[in-house]
């Protein structure tokens, strides 16, 4: 006969596992700029970068995750807020340019809603440090005015990663404040990420840690003979050594800002253990979008790069772990968007999401237990930006078929299941295919409008 003290304790703990089940995660979600799939190591790079891959190695490694944009802005918005970047109000398409005087009125408005506003509302404590780059002209824009408790970092698409300066302009933030200072940038992001979990260790409110690193993007320095900003690559020497293996040279000073990157990584998981928070903690590393080779970056074999809509440009590592509710050593080759975490996050966190406009699927149940996604169809857009000479882009995916049209006007159509690098254009073989999706880009374009303030 069972003892009964024996059977009260058996339901006692599954009470407490089914409770702890229920609990509403920490959510750590790191952010890298312009790194693409051949920029990480555990998705076949040259490049070392153990901590991400152990990342992997403790949870899921996604194969088929893709961005909001190809471009930083907009894919930045569709993170935050859930949205097509297409629904924005200042039609957020293309990068916002830092010194630009039009760029300056134009950002994250107060009706359209990120993610940290939501999780505000329900008792989560909310921290963002690293980049914005949604808008830099007025206070309204700061990430505390929307829905960040704590904000520091920078708001331009670029800095100087020694002196947290937009070429000679200051460009660092605590809360609504200029602040001046002096390090490393990705080092400084990664010693204010760990003070942050520090504070949380024992906190009696979960919280939402929004880590965007600008590493591996090029620096934004400054040429005082032309009196201009320059584009700069800006490795440390201590990190050079480690990938003296590398001998092309711009890719050498990429891989040294990589690995400093995937460092900082480390020592958050490190402070997650310390601090006792990595059980219950969904840490997340995710890419902006894709590499841009011009400054060291990589999406090989994958066709197309940072700013176009081919694969290269939208295909990105997406890492996640969760201590026993993620399983370790997965791989899911499920289609999944950026989008989809607002959704995702809401549930997980007990908070309501069934009335908002929405572009994404909610998928905790994938990553939980590995359930089905369906099929489903993504939609990009991008912008003319006339600084950057970069023209209009415009993608649709349905199930395996992907229609694009390019800047140059040229219409393509590929099957990503027999051609996932899109080296066989099918837009004459399938006709009837190739306008039902064109046709079908166009009622899209028509649809996602500015989203309706809430």
Same mark, same amino acid.
């Given at each position: ?22 609990e509403p995660p920490n959510i750590v979600l790191i952010f890298s700029d312009d790194q693409g799939v051949n920029d990480v190591g555990c998705y076949g790079s040259e490049i070392p970068t153990p901590n991400i891959d152990r990342i992997a190695a403790q949870g899921t490694r996604f194969t088929s995750w893709y961005s909001a944009s190809s471009i930083c802005?907009? !894919? ?10 297409? &629904? ?91 602040? !001046? ?36 993007? /090029? ?25 003296? /293996? ?7 000073? /990429? ?47 994958? =066709? ?20 026993? =509710? ?11 968007? !950026? ?7 809401? =549930?997980?966190?007990?908070?309501? /999401? ?42 649709? &995916? ?57």
């Open positions: 006969m069972i003892n009964a003290r024996l059977v009260n304790l058996i339901v006692l703990t599954l009470l407490v596992c089914s409770v702890r089940a229920d802005t907009p !894919s930045r918005y569709g993170l935050l807020t859930g949205r097509n970047p297409n &629904r924005s109000q200042d039609q957020l398409l293309s990068a916002l340019m830092f010194l630009s005087a039009a760029d300056r009125d134009r950002g994250l408005r107060d009706h359209e809603q990120t993610i940290a506003e939501v999780l505000k509302s329900v008792e989560y404590t909310t921290a963002l440090i690293g980049k914005w780059h949604l808008g830099h002209g007025s206070s309204a824009f700061l990430p505390v005015n929307h829905g960040f408790d704590m904000f520091k970092g920078h708001t331009g698409g670029c800095i100087d990663y020694f002196t947290m300066t937009y070429g000679k302009t200051l460009d660092w933030y605590e809360g609504t404040q200029h602040v !001046s200072k002096n390090g490393y940038a990705t080092e400084l992001i990664t010693e204010e990420a760990v003070q942050f979990l520090k504070s949380q260790q024992s906190a009696a409110k979960p919280f939402f840690l929004y880590l965007p690193y600008n590493a591996p993007h /090029f620096g934004k320095g400054w040429n005082p003979p032309k009196k201009e900003t320059v584009n700069i690559m800006q490795a440390q020497a201590k990190d050079l050594q480690r990938v003296s /293996f590398i001998e092309d040279k711009l890719r050498r000073e /990429f891989a040294a800002m990589v690995v400093s990157l995937d460092d900082g990584v480390g020592q958050v998981m490190e402070a997650l253990e310390e601090y006792k928070l990595a059980d219950n903690t969904l840490l997340i590393f995710l890419t902006d979008h894709g590499g841009d080779p011009t400054y060291g970056g990589s999406n090989q074999p994958l =066709r197309g790069t940072k700013s176009t809509l081919f694969e290269g440009g939208l295909k990105v590592p997406c890492v996640m772990r969760w201590p026993n =509710r993620i399983k370790a050593g997965q791989t899911s080759n499920a289609v999944l968007s !950026s989008l989809d975490l607002f959704p995702t996050f809401c =549930r997980l966190a007990n908070a309501d /999401f069934k009335d908002r406009l929405l572009d994404g699927l909610e998928i905790s149940l994938h990553l939980t237990e590995g359930a089905a996604v369906e099929s489903r169809e993504l939609f990009w857009h991008t912008g003319t930006h006339l600084e950057l000479k970069r023209g209009t882009w415009t993608a649709l &995916r349905q199930g395996n078929t992907k229609y694009v049209q390019a800047e140059d006007g040229k219409e393509y159509l590929f099957d990503l299941v027999a051609d996932p690098n899109e080296q066989t254009d099918l837009a004459e073989q399938r006709p009837d295919e190739f306008l039902s999706m064109k046709q079908r880009v166009q009622v899209l374009t028509n649809e996602l409008q500015p989203a309706a303030v809430r």
